[in-house]
């Protein structure tokens, strides 16, 4: 049971590059969710998702975009990279369902630094 | 979802119990306290949550006012390992997709 998984680790983009940061959880959460935290600052959320085929926008979704076509995967699009994208990004999954809501578990992070 | 006041920072000594405060003044009747810290830029990790009974589990206390309008969480021995960022995390249970972290408390356990 590996959790939330995140590649890749750490990335450097140049500026108006794309990329696509992967998550993948195995505990058939249907919620996942992706933030990004700044230095010193705490985490925003970006976008999140209720199931396969769902997602919605949270807090900061601008330059983003993301796709939930299984339950385990959540992979998070970055079309042309900017400076402001430079920060930690953390995914998330949780259950919630059935009289059942699970505390929120996530990923190790992906560093993005874009210059 | 309730804003939360959270000291900024706060130091301890190494295996003493840490008291972590949270004020939760607006915290509506559907809304449970959550706690959740990040160690060194590590994901952030589930420590506890409660409605308005005091809770306890392997890593730690909650303690919540009467009027629960303010809570404490208690790490009855810290360790070394215990420094990192505390989040006290207002939300009904419902919308998941709402846990919002504002910038927490800095804890540092010294030796």
């Known amino acids: 049971n590996a959790g939330v998984t995140q590649t890749p680790k750490f990335r450097i983009l140049k500026i108006g590059q794309s990329m696509t940061l992967q998550c993948a959880q195995d505990?058939?959460?249907?919620?996942m969710y992706w933030y990004r935290q700044d230095p010193g600052m705490g985490l925003k959320l970006i976008y999140y998702s209720v199931g396969a085929g769902i997602t919605d926008k949270g807090e900061v979704p601008n330059g983003y975009n993301v796709s939930r076509s299984t339950t385990e995967d959540f992979p998070l699009r970055l079309e042309l990279a900017a400076p402001s994208q430079t920060s930690v990004y953390f995914c998330?999954?949780?259950?919630?369902?059935?009289?059942?809501?699970?505390?929120?578990?996530f990923g190790q992070g992906t560093r993005l630094t874009v210059v | 979802d309730a804003k939360t006041t959270q000291p900024t920072s706060m130091d301890c000594a190494e295996g003493r119990a840490a008291n972590l405060p949270c004020n939760h003044s607006?915290?509506?009747?559907?809304?449970?306290v959550y706690w959740y810290r990040q160690i060194h830029s590590q994901g952030p990790q589930y420590i506890i949550h409660g409605l308005k009974n005091n809770e306890t589990n392997e890593m730690a206390s909650l303690i919540i006012t009467e009027d629960r309008k303010s809570s404490t969480l208690i790490l009855p021995h810290a360790t070394l390992r215990d420094t990192a960022v505390y989040y006290c995390?207002?939300?009904?249970?419902?919308?998941?997709?709402?846990?919002?972290f504002g910038a927490g408390t800095t804890v540092t356990v010294r030796a």
């Open positions: 998330a999954s949780s259950y919630s369902g059935r009289g059942l809501n699970t505390e929120a578990f």
């Open positions: 995390i207002v939300r009904a249970r419902s919308n998941d997709y709402k846990l919002s």
């Open positions: 607006t915290i509506s009747g559907n809304e449970y």
């Open positions: 505990m058939n959460h249907n919620y």
